[in-house]
């Protein structure tokens, strides 16, 4: 009757460890999609980023096939080439605002990569050998704890 008390006490134990582990499953779960959303949310901005710097690369080719129209006419050149600087400078400016918003998405890559990777090579697969070796520890004292009862009979 003892080691029938024991046993029912230990599997409370792992019970209770067992419920532990699925919280930090669950919360290593939540972390992942957490990470995973940053990335996907990441992904999406340099995608719209590097749409942008096309965009503007398009914009470039098309103020230099102006530029060129423009150099024909001698009277025009003066008054296009003060244009001309102006979309060149914005051009620039708007490609380097392009480019700090592509590092940015980068660095935000690089910053989530080593986490995601580090959830799921290490705390996702320590958690599952966690809660697997409770379920099996929790088995096998659910066994000894019958062949208990069938002895007692």
């Not at 019970?15 to 972390?31: I, N």
């Not at 990335?39 to 995608?47: G, H, I, P, S, Y």
């Not at 470039?60 to 400078?89: K, P």
């Not at 320590?126 to 007692?152: G, H, M, P, T, W």
């Amino acid at each position: 009757q003892r080691r029938v008390e024991d046993m029912l006490a230990m599997v409370t134990t792992l019970e209770g460890e067992l419920t532990r582990a699925g919280h930090v499953h669950e919360a290593l779960e939540a972390a992942r999609v957490s990470v995973e959303a940053d990335l996907a949310q990441t992904r999406t901005e340099r995608e719209a980023a590097e749409a942008r710097i096309r965009e503007l690369q398009d914009r470039i080719a098309t103020v230099e096939a102006n530029l060129a129209d423009m150099t024909v006419s001698a009277q025009q050149t003066a008054s296009r080439a003060a244009q001309l600087e102006g979309a060149l400078h914005e051009r620039d400016t708007v490609i380097e605002e392009a480019r700090v918003q592509l590092q940015h998405s980068r660095d935000m890559i690089h910053r989530l990569q080593p986490e995601l990777d580090r959830v799921y090579t290490q705390e996702l697969p320590e958690a599952l050998e966690q809660k697997v070796s409770a379920l099996r520890r929790l088995q096998d004292l659910r066994s000894e704890i019958e062949l208990l009862r069938s002895q007692l009979w």
